[in-house]
């Protein structure tokens, strides 16, 4: 069965600096996708970034970039500069592909320090 | 619409009553899932549409949950008989297709709901 850990329940960053949040997920299969969301208080869930397995370079959206590790089943996200309203819960998440479902961990809630 | 729109934001609700919780995707997006977000934990798949019909309703806890979406637009996610358990956060996501490959689907802002 497909899992997403994210052991980091909390955590805090000054802000204007960096942070990284960490993910492993566990798999069989070699074609998925992994994400991550970003859920303010407001609740929707905003897609930060993706990252297809098949790919080699890791995914960078302007501040945000993704250190993905196959082998290692790791996928953590770094936020540089990071801001006020980078204050959330984030989630990990992972699809197989040409299915439908996505499969979240538990989530990590990001605070950041004026 | 411009987003994916949820209705009720917010409802409370006795034990053993019926509620409805609405969806309306995005214009155009054949494809509606139905997540279940607990206190403190990740969503987790309920349901998903393709069109008029329920492709998977895996997710689904019990008889109590039903979901429909009678034109390929709107959806209603029903729980019958409701317990405090189902207390949580309800997500609809859609989007353009099947997401096989890299289709983004698109979530909305929950409806909260307590079974008091």
């Known amino acids: 069965a497909q899992t997403v850990t994210q052991s980091q329940p909390e955590m805090s960053v000054q802000e204007a600096e960096t942070v990284t949040l960490s993910c492993t997920y566990d798999t069989s299969e070699s074609d998925y996708y992994l994400f991550w969301y970003k859920q303010p208080p407001s609740r929707q869930m905003i897609l930060v970034i993706r990252q297809e397995a098949y790919k080699q370079q890791n995914a960078t959206e302007n501040r945000f970039s993704v250190n993905f590790q196959k082998a290692a089943k790791s996928f953590s996200l770094k936020i540089s500069d990071s801001q006020l309203g980078d204050a959330a819960m984030y989630f990990c998440a992972y699809r197989f592909s040409g299915t439908y479902k996505y499969i979240f961990g538990t989530g990590t809630r990001l605070k950041v320090l004026a | 619409g411009a987003g994916v729109s949820q209705t009720p934001s917010n409802k409370v609700t006795e034990k053993g009553k019926y509620v409805e919780l609405r969806c309306d995707p995005i214009s155009g997006h054949t494809a509606l899932y139905w997540y279940r977000q607990s206190l403190g934990q990740g969503p987790e798949f309920l349901i998903y549409?393709?069109?008029?019909?329920?492709?998977?309703d895996s997710g689904l806890p019990n008889d109590r949950f039903f979901a429909v979406r009678p034109e390929g637009s709107v959806s209603t996610l029903k729980i019958q008989r409701t317990e405090r358990g189902d207390s949580a956060v309800y997500l609809c996501?859609?989007?353009?297709?099947?997401?096989?490959?890299?289709?983004?689907?698109?979530f909305g802002q929950g409806t909260r709901l307590t079974v008091v």
């Open positions: 549409f393709q069109g008029t019909g329920a492709a998977d």
């Open positions: 996501a859609s989007s353009l297709t099947s997401p096989a490959g890299t289709a983004e689907a698109f």
